[in-house]
């Protein structure tokens, strides 16, 4: 019903920048929520940031303010992950999910999102 495809990641220095696209397809709410997780070897998955599509909403992990931004461009139907002054402990697996609304109060939690992408790596060296 709705596919997600990430792309943007490669190997960066500490330091640098990476942008994260996620392209939304198929059937889409018009005002969905789309969040980007992130699973490192041997963790859980986790939240990074979360906006919906009308972008009056967004969520930022504490380890990521400041130094991400989540956004969207409606016309290309694609969510981006901005990636700034990054670490070697941001890397990890990242995740693009959406599903057909927004929590205010949940928007941190994996399991409201029905629809998840297959991932892009982010490898930052020390």
């Known amino acids: 019903q709705v596919q997600l495809v990430e792309s943007g990641g490669g190997l960066v220095q500490a330091g640098e920048s990476l942008r994260l696209s996620c392209v939304v397809s198929?059937?889409?709410?018009?005002?969905?929520?789309v969040a980007w997780f992130r699973q490192a070897p041997g963790k859980d998955r986790e939240f990074v940031a979360a906006?919906?599509?009308?972008?009056?909403?967004?969520n930022y992990a504490d380890s990521v303010k400041g130094r991400f931004t989540i956004s969207r461009d409606s016309a290309k139907n694609t969510a981006y992950l901005e990636m700034n002054n990054l670490r070697p402990d941001d890397t990890a697996v990242y995740y693009c999910?959406?599903?057909?609304?927004?929590?205010?109060?949940?928007?941190?939690?994996?399991?409201?999102?029905?629809?998840w992408g297959q991932g892009t790596q982010v490898t930052v060296a020390s």
């Open positions: 906006i919906n599509w009308s972008a009056v909403f967004r």
């Open positions: 198929g059937r889409a709410p018009s005002n969905i929520a």
């Open positions: 999910a959406a599903w057909g609304g927004y929590s205010v109060t949940y928007y941190y939690r994996a399991p409201l999102y029905d629809y």
